[in-house]
Nanobody, 119 residues
Framework: QVKLVESGGGLVQAGGSLRLSCAAS????????MGWYRQAPGKLRELVAR???????IYADSVKDRFTISRDNAKNMVYLQMNSLKPEDTAVYYC?????????????WGQGTQVTVSS
């Protein structure tokens, strides 16, 4: 069984910073792309940032130059450093990873962590 667990969310004032972490555990053979998505109330879930196993990360235009995604392949973890936070960044943030386990690839999601930015 594979599980993704996010941590690091919370309440922060506008202009502040938070660092989200996501740990993948279980019967993992290999992990492909890892990413962060967010969903604000009444809105669709959207991509925030994604990082492949090798190569450059991609970011939503709304977070470029403010957020940085990174990963530690040895620990099966992905991080999201969020700086210069704005009230519009308020959302539940979800971690997603493409994981090879039990002979096949599947996408796995974490349970989400709330980020609230006050003005």
């Amino acid at each position: 069984q594979v599980k993704l667990v996010e941590s690091g969310g919370g309440l922060v004032q506008a202009g502040g910073s938070l660092r989200l972490s996501c740990a993948a555990s279980g019967s993992i053979v290999s992990i492909n792309g890892m990413g962060w998505y967010r969903q604000a109330p009444g809105k669709l879930r959207e991509l925030v940032a994604r990082i492949p196993t090798g190569g450059s990360a991609i970011y939503a235009d709304s977070v470029k130059d403010r957020f940085t995604i990174s990963r530690d392949n040895a620990k099966n973890m992905v991080y999201l450093q969020m700086n210069s936070l704005k009230p519009e960044d308020t959302a539940v943030y979800y971690c997603k990873a493409g994981i090879f386990t039990w002979g096949k690839w599947d996408d796995y999601w974490g349970q989400g962590t709330q980020v609230t930015v006050s003005s």
